[in-house]
């Protein structure tokens, strides 16, 4: 809208008086026409209208009652008629009214209109303005009403307060003294006459430095003088002490506080003055004991001091000899231990071998309280440091429970573990000491729980993922059991060191009370948090909560594992599954393990479902050998239909169902592993079950292609180079020695053993061998330097002794660098029975020996069962059995060298490592590797590979990462032949 340009309404029953307003106005301003006083207040209730013109006739009503209606609704508009003059008196008292502000009559005269409309704007511009001058004076006198008022109010409170201000300033306990800007004093109250002893007339337009001494020099003059020229007086409650001085010329220590005072005589400055005379004294006191004691603490400390150093001393002392006599002890025990092992092999009465295991479960025992001081030694001098390395919870807790096994199987307890498997596959932390938690809390739990009466003891190990960040995750660890629990008072100090359940505890369960103590302490140094509950007679759960970091990407996170676990999800996708498990906890553990991952899920009641059901799974999961029965009479029904596995758990080491048609894949669910579920889930059955009915004294855990043989009684050396058959086998492990030489006097051979390749060349030209057995790395000479030798002594002669090569990389290219070497033939290691037997036969074979079987013919009950799973042990119990037959006192005793071999060569190996030397890191990789294949350490070994590659290819990155990996598998391997 253009500036000055109205809204006017023209009401008009005749439509060219209409048209004409409009023509005449509309380039200035806004027409609006109605015909009618009802058509002209509509448009009014719509439009706001500046001003308005009405035809004194109008249909409906007269123009002036028209416009008397528009002053009652709209009083602020300007209004006009039209009118022919006829009816005067009515226009006239319409006017005086305030109807109508102007009269136009026909015809209309344009300038006349235009004059009155421009007119009627301005007044009603002035009129909106003088409104507004109007309102604006209305509220600028309430304004003023309102400050009149608080200044009214503020006089009356100033004169309060100036009434409490004298009453305070005459009780206050302090001198109060107010001085101007210039430092004159105007005003003082009573306690200053008291403090001072003057008069206030003789105070009063004083300077306040009459109160201050006077000298020349004076400190306190100059300070106060500079703190008022400094304004330093306007900082609100600024004190200081000086020295005051009364009217009789004493001085005493003063403190005195400043504060402005505003007023409207402006700023005064209000100075608080405080006798400190008896406060100065006690501080003197103070300071005078203070120096005393400082000089008998100073006294003190260095008495401490000197008994802290005598102390640590004597801490350094206990610790050295503490190790020094675990070492010692450690020595001569496991000596006792090896000979023990030894007399179990001796043709010993039932009563003796009881004696002997009685005496070698104390040794053991005893080794085991050993441990466990030596560890709480370390926690207590800050000795044990925690790594950060690759962890999988998995294995551990599949591992610690594998250790766990031997003693629930033994105790007849039920153990049963649960990993959830949203938990990582890898995180970091450190792995040995989360799994020596885990292993102390579950053999509390087994040493502490018992089969009785119609109670069954069981044990749990779980795992949970408590809460996931992106960086971090926590995971919380479950031990339960169903023992003899604890009372209040016990669980109390159940993690002090040296303390068990009750006073008796030792003597009824033995131990030292370390193992809690050690677990809290191990769980505090990984950041995280142990608890227990327990009741009496019912059982205790403890709950390990400990955080792991997520696996960087620059972190190795074993590719090989993780590209196994991939292949085991993307087949797991794939598959259908019938769950035919009666225990209730085993059903609802698996459940967990398969229904997020697998295709389709079905639980079957019973195996008359399985039989109705036409839905062909891939794989039946069963927990009872009598329903196998059914599933092979569907199989027999719909031939074309079943091609699914079976998977069996069982809590025996065999199965009593005839599945001889069928393969089949046996787990064990005492405890249930879950990788060892998932890889017999996923892989193909490779193992059959036996017949039903199996000969007592059965062995149950053979491997497949297990050998069994009647043992011969082997010649002595001088017999066997006698009859022509004496063997000399260069190997320089020990434990390798002990076992090839045990297989080679099983089959019936005599042999020597050299410990390299010198040495071996050495007996070659004292005695006469008929077949040379020989390691390809040793020190000194190795193998192949060895066959050159014996090849280049033969050149001048006719003969030839056949050279058999003993080698862990027959698949790499060794066997035919070997026969390229001058060798005859090889065996891979670790040395297998019926290896060695065929290579015997082929190249020195016995007068009348017997081909070895595998139907245990020799042996009644020697039957073999095959088992598919993978078994989580870290020590593969059918190793052994398949390189020195099924006698478990050769075992351990086999066993028991080994790990002490074994830890002289991982703490070479530490050495090494430290001094940076890889060739020595890589043959003492080699030398362990050999060993652990050997006695069934097949994870240790795979990690001796590892090792071995990386030190070929200097891969010092590799080696570190692996350095952990071998500590932990060492740590579990001992774990597991300590607890055999």
């Known amino acids: ?200 007339k003789q105070l009063v337009d004083q300077q306040i430095i009459k109160l201050i001494p006077q000298r020349e020099t004076s400190e306190n003059k100059n300070q106060l003088e500079n703190f008022f020229a400094n304004q330093q007086w306007k900082i609100h409650n600024t004190s200081m002490e000086l020295l005051g001085l009364r009217k009789d010329g004493q001085e005493f220590p003063i403190e005195i506080s400043i504060s402005p005072l505003i007023t409207i005589d402006g700023v005064l ?162 792995p040995v000491k989360l799994r020596q938690i885990i292993l102390n809390l579950g053999s509390n739990a087994i040493k502490f729980t018992q089969n009785i009466n119609d109670k069954n003891g069981r044990i749990s190990l779980q795992a949970h993922l408590q809460e996931q960040q992106e960086d971090q995750v926590k995971i919380r660890f479950v031990i339960q059991d169903n023992g003899i629990g604890m009372c209040k008072d016990t669980v109390a100090g159940l993690f002090e060191p040296f303390t068990q359940a009750e006073n008796s505890t030792t003597r009824r369960f033995g131990g030292t009370g370390l193992g809690l103590s050690i677990s809290s302490r191990l769980t505090d140094l990984l950041d995280g948090t142990i608890s227990v509950e327990s009741k009496e007679q ?42 035919l498990v009666h225990d209730e906890e085993n059903r609802h553990i698996l459940r967990q393990y398969l229904q997020h991952q697998v295709s389709r899920l079905d639980i079957i009641p019973n195996a008359d479902k399985i039989t109705d059901s036409k839905h062909a799974y891939h794989v039946i999961i069963l927990d009872n050998s009598n329903d196998v029965d059914l599933v092979l009479a569907r199989n027999k029904q719909q031939p074309g239909e079943l091609h699914c596995r079976i998977v069996l758990l069982t809590n025996k080491n065999g199965n009593e169902a005839d599945l001889t048609d069928i393969k089949c894949n046996i787990i064990q669910s005492n405890p249930l592993y879950p990788s060892a579920l998932l890889k017999a889930v996923t892989t193909n059955t490779s193992a059959t079950i036996p017949e039903k009915e199996k000969p007592t004294g059965t062995a149950q855990n053979a491997a497949p292609n297990s050998v069994r043989c009647s043992q011969k009684t082997a010649p002595t ?105 001058g060798m005859d033939d090889y065996i891979a290691k670790p040395v297998r029975l019926q290896e060695l037997t065929k290579v015997l036969n082929k190249w020195l074979p016995l007068p009348n020996a017997s081909p070895l079987t595998n139907t245990g013919n020799e042996h009644p009950g020697n039957t073999v069962i095959e088992v598919a799973a993978d078994n989580p042990n870290p020590i593969d119990p059918m190793a052994l059995t398949n390189l020195v037959g099924d006698n478990q006192q050769t075992h351990h005793m086999l066993l028991k060298k080994f790990l002490t ?57 590799q080696i570190n990462t692996l350095k952990p990996q071998l500590d932990n598998a060492m740590v579990l391997v001992k774990m597991h032949i300590e607890h055999l």
């Open 538 to 579: 019912e059982g205790s759960t403890f709950t390990v909560l400990i955080p792991f970091s997520r696996l960087c990407s620059s972190q190795n996170s074993g590719t090989e594992t993780k590209i196994e676990q991939n292949t085991i999800n993307r087949k797991l996708e794939t598959l259908d599954i019938a769950l």
């Open 269 to 430: 400055i209000s100075i608080a003055i405080r006798d400190i005379t008896a406060r100065k004294d006690f501080e003197n006191q103070i300071r005078t004991l203070n120096e005393e004691l400082e000089k008998r603490v100073q006294k003190r400390t260095e008495e401490l001091m000197m008994a802290k150093d005598a102390a640590e001393q004597a801490n350094r002392t206990k610790s050295i000899f503490l190790a020094n006599m675990s070492h010692e002890i450690r020595t001569p025990m496991n000596g006792v231990i090896g000979l023990i092992d030894v007399f179990q092999h001796s043709q010993l009465t039932e009563d003796q071998q009881n004696l002997l295991s009685t005496m070698r479960h104390s040794g053991i025992n005893l080794l085991k309280i050993i441990d466990d001081i030596l560890d709480f030694s370390k926690i207590e001098a800050g000795k044990m440091n925690i790594e950060k390395t690759p962890t999988s919870v998995k294995d551990i807790v599949e591992g610690v429970a594998a250790v766990l096994a031997c003693s629930a199987i033994k105790n007849k307890l039920l153990l049963r573990i649960f990993i959830d498997p949203m938990i990582p596959e890898s995180l970091i932390s450190d």
């Open 717 to 821: 050396t001088k017999e066997a180079e006698t009859s022509g058959h004496l063997i000399l086998l260069a190997e320089d492990n020990a434990i390798n020695q002990d076992i090839i030489l045990r297989q080679l006097n099983l089959l019936g051979y005599a042999a020597d053993v050299a410990d390299d390749g010198k040495q071996a060349l050495k007996y070659m030209q004292e005695k006469q061998y008929a077949l040379l057995l020989t390691d390809c790395h040793m020190p000194n000479m190795d193998g192949f330097q060895l066959t050159d030798a014996v090849r280049a002594s033969e050149a001048d002669s006719n003969s030839h002794i056949p050279i058999l090569a003993i080698t862990a990389n027959a698949m790499n290219g060794y066997a035919e660098r070997c026969t390229d070497a």
């Open 901 to 957: 071999s074994a830890a002289s060569t991982i703490d070479d190996f530490h050495t090494a490592y430290d001094e940076h030397s890889i060739d020595t890191v890589k043959r003492l990789a080699h030398q362990l590797k050999s060993a652990a294949r050997a006695v069934g350490a097949n994870k240790l070994a795979d990690i001796c590979v590892s090792l071995e590659q990386a030190g070929e290819n200097n891969g010092w990155e």
């Open 1 to 200: 809208m253009k500036k000055n340009r109205a809204n006017i309404l023209y009401v008009d029953s005749c439509e060219d008086n209409l048209l004409r307003f409009s023509q005449l106005l509309n380039k200035e301003h806004t027409i609006h026409l109605a015909h009618s006083a009802a058509d002209g207040l509509k448009q009014l209730a719509k439009i706001d209208m500046q001003v308005i013109i009405s035809d004194h006739c109008l249909p409906d009503i007269t123009g002036i009652e028209f416009l008397e209606c528009v002053r009652a609704k709209y009083p602020n508009a300007f209004r006009m008629i039209v009118n022919s003059l006829k009816d005067v008196d009515s226009l006239i008292q319409s006017i005086n009214k305030g109807h109508v502000y102007h009269i136009f009559t026909h015809p209309l005269d344009a300038k006349e209109l235009k004059q009155k409309i421009k007119h009627a704007l301005e007044l009603l511009e002035l009129s909106n303005k003088n409104k507004q001058l109007l309102e604006d004076l209305k509220n600028t006198n309430k304004q003023l009403q309102c400050k009149t008022q608080e200044l009214e109010n503020q006089i009356e409170s100033n004169i309060k307060i100036q009434q409490k201000f004298s009453g305070l300033l005459e009780t206050a306990p302090d001198a109060i003294v107010i001085v101007d800007e210039t430092r004159k004093i105007i005003l003082v109250n009573q306690k200053t006459e008291e403090i001072f002893g003057y008069p206030r």
